[in-house]
């Protein structure tokens, strides 16, 4: 199972996500953003770095069994 290619697009996606949403904080600064940042921005941010992290565990993984049965 090769995992770089979508681990690279969601890594690449969050960087993407990162800039417009600092670009976004330039000219939004209302209660809302604030709502918006806290109960779905920042929550999604989290869990995409944890399955980053997940990831990269789960290809260390498989590079050891591959190693393992050859």
């Known amino acids: 199972m090769k995992l770089g290619a979508s ?3 969601l890594d690449d996606g969050l960087k993407t996500l990162r800039a417009k949403w600092e670009a976004v904080g330039e000219v ?3 209660p809302i953003k604030v ?3 806290e ?7 989290r869990q995409s770095s944890d ?3 997940a990831i ?5 993984l498989f590079g050891q069994i ?3 049965c050859e």
């Open 56 to 60: 990269d565990q789960i290809s260390a």
């Open 39 to 45: 109960q779905l921005y920042v929550p999604l941010e």
């Open 66 to 68: 591959r190693s393992e």
């Open 7 to 9: 681990r690279s697009q």
């Open 35 to 37: 709502e918006f940042e």
């Open 28 to 30: 939004w600064s209302d």
């Open 51 to 53: 399955v980053l992290r």
